[in-house]
Protein backbone atom coordinates (compact mmCIF):
# COMPACT_ATOMS: atom_id res chain seq x y z
CA UNK A 1 0.00 0.00 0.00
CA UNK A 2 2.85 2.73 0.82
CA UNK A 3 4.26 1.91 -2.96
CA UNK A 4 1.08 2.86 -4.17
CA UNK A 5 0.89 6.04 -2.56
CA UNK A 6 -1.64 5.22 0.14
CA UNK A 7 -3.50 8.46 1.43
CA UNK A 8 -2.14 10.27 -0.95
CA UNK A 9 1.29 9.70 0.10
CA UNK A 10 1.10 11.48 3.59
CA UNK A 11 -0.30 8.63 5.70
CA UNK A 12 2.44 7.35 8.83
CA UNK A 13 5.13 9.74 7.63
CA UNK A 14 5.39 11.03 11.08
CA UNK A 15 5.71 8.08 12.50
CA UNK A 16 8.14 5.80 10.54
CA UNK A 17 10.21 4.98 13.19
CA UNK A 18 8.00 2.63 14.61
CA UNK A 19 7.94 -0.06 11.44
CA UNK A 20 10.30 -1.48 9.38
CA UNK A 21 12.78 1.20 7.11
CA UNK A 22 12.33 -1.81 4.60
CA UNK A 23 8.65 -0.77 4.11
CA UNK A 24 9.42 3.02 2.99
CA UNK A 25 12.44 2.20 1.02
CA UNK A 26 9.84 2.19 -2.17
CA UNK A 27 7.04 3.95 -0.30
CA UNK A 28 5.61 7.11 -2.51
CA UNK A 29 5.64 9.85 0.35
CA UNK A 30 4.56 13.60 -0.04
CA UNK A 31 5.20 15.58 3.02
CA UNK A 32 1.67 17.35 1.48
CA UNK A 33 -1.30 15.28 0.23
CA UNK A 34 -0.87 15.01 -3.12
CA UNK A 35 -3.35 12.82 -5.38
CA UNK A 36 -0.70 12.52 -7.97
CA UNK A 37 1.43 10.24 -5.23
CA UNK A 38 -1.87 7.65 -5.67
CA UNK A 39 -1.35 5.04 -7.63
CA UNK A 40 -5.00 5.74 -9.35
CA UNK A 41 -3.95 9.47 -9.32
CA UNK A 42 -7.51 10.33 -7.31
CA UNK A 43 -7.85 12.35 -4.44
CA UNK A 44 -8.19 9.42 -1.37
CA UNK A 45 -7.62 10.93 1.88
CA UNK A 46 -9.88 13.07 4.23
CA UNK A 47 -8.36 14.67 7.29
CA UNK A 48 -8.14 13.04 10.73
CA UNK A 49 -10.73 15.40 11.90
CA UNK A 50 -13.45 13.64 9.34
CA UNK A 51 -12.37 10.25 10.81
CA UNK A 52 -12.72 11.07 14.53
CA UNK A 53 -16.47 12.74 13.18
CA UNK A 54 -17.63 9.90 11.71
CA UNK A 55 -16.29 7.26 14.48
CA UNK A 56 -13.97 5.58 12.11
CA UNK A 57 -10.87 6.23 14.78
CA UNK A 58 -10.72 3.76 17.66
CA UNK A 59 -8.35 3.59 20.74
CA UNK A 60 -4.80 4.21 20.33
CA UNK A 61 -4.20 3.65 16.40
CA UNK A 62 -4.92 7.86 15.36
CA UNK A 63 -4.22 6.81 11.52
CA UNK A 64 -7.43 3.87 11.59
CA UNK A 65 -7.53 0.68 10.21
CA UNK A 66 -4.22 0.32 8.30
CA UNK A 67 -2.01 1.62 11.27
CA UNK A 68 -3.91 -0.75 13.94
CA UNK A 69 -3.07 -3.83 10.96
CA UNK A 70 0.61 -2.72 11.01
CA UNK A 71 1.03 -2.65 14.86
CA UNK A 72 -1.13 -5.98 14.92
CA UNK A 73 0.90 -7.73 12.10
CA UNK A 74 3.95 -6.64 14.38
CA UNK A 75 2.11 -8.71 17.73
CA UNK A 76 0.19 -6.22 19.30
CA UNK A 77 -2.85 -7.33 20.67
CA UNK A 78 -5.72 -5.37 22.33
CA UNK A 79 -8.58 -7.45 22.75
CA UNK A 80 -11.59 -5.06 22.21
CA UNK A 81 -10.00 -3.24 18.98
CA UNK A 82 -8.86 -6.01 17.28
CA UNK A 83 -12.19 -8.09 17.75
CA UNK A 84 -14.17 -4.70 16.52
CA UNK A 85 -11.14 -3.85 13.62
CA UNK A 86 -11.51 -7.44 12.25
CA UNK A 87 -15.16 -7.27 11.88
CA UNK A 88 -15.04 -4.27 10.40
CA UNK A 89 -12.33 -6.35 7.43
CA UNK A 90 -15.10 -8.80 7.06
CA UNK A 91 -18.05 -6.63 6.33
CA UNK A 92 -15.12 -4.96 3.79
CA UNK A 93 -13.80 -8.49 2.75
CA UNK A 94 -17.65 -9.15 1.66
CA UNK A 95 -17.98 -6.58 -0.11
CA UNK A 96 -14.76 -6.89 -2.23
CA UNK A 97 -15.80 -10.45 -2.84
CA UNK A 98 -19.26 -9.35 -4.61
CA UNK A 99 -17.14 -6.88 -6.50
CA UNK A 100 -14.95 -9.39 -7.80
CA UNK A 101 -17.64 -12.34 -8.56
CA UNK A 102 -19.61 -9.61 -10.15
CA UNK A 103 -17.22 -7.12 -12.13
CA UNK A 104 -15.02 -7.02 -14.81
CA UNK A 105 -11.27 -6.05 -13.96
CA UNK A 106 -11.28 -2.08 -14.42
CA UNK A 107 -14.59 -0.87 -14.52
CA UNK A 108 -14.86 1.35 -11.55
CA UNK A 109 -18.00 2.14 -11.75
CA UNK A 110 -19.43 -1.70 -11.39
CA UNK A 111 -21.85 -1.49 -8.75
CA UNK A 112 -23.01 1.45 -8.02
CA UNK A 113 -25.00 0.18 -4.66
CA UNK A 114 -21.98 -1.22 -2.98
CA UNK A 115 -19.80 1.18 -0.45
CA UNK A 116 -17.31 2.66 -2.15
CA UNK A 117 -14.63 0.95 -0.14
CA UNK A 118 -15.24 -1.73 -2.27
CA UNK A 119 -14.45 -0.11 -5.57
CA UNK A 120 -10.44 -0.02 -5.21
CA UNK A 121 -8.68 -1.60 -2.39
CA UNK A 122 -4.85 -1.36 -2.88
CA UNK A 123 -3.64 -3.85 -0.91
CA UNK A 124 -5.88 -6.49 -2.70
CA UNK A 125 -6.36 -5.09 -6.12
CA UNK A 126 -10.43 -4.50 -6.47
CA UNK A 127 -11.68 -2.45 -9.27
CA UNK A 128 -14.82 -3.64 -11.20
CA UNK A 129 -16.85 -3.96 -14.12
CA UNK A 130 -20.19 -5.52 -14.19
CA UNK A 131 -19.71 -8.84 -15.67
Not at 10 to 23: H, K, L, Q, S, V
Not at 79 to 85: R, V
Not at 95 to 124: F, L, M, S
Request: proline share 7%; charged share 25%; net charge positive.
Amino acid sequence: MLEMGVFDGGYINDCTDEFPAAWFRNAKTSTVPDANVNYFGVKSRQPPSVWRRNGWIYGPDLRGWFQWYCRYSWGRRLEEIGSLQIERWKGFARHAGQVRANCYPGDTVCRPKCEPACKIDPCIGVIGVQK
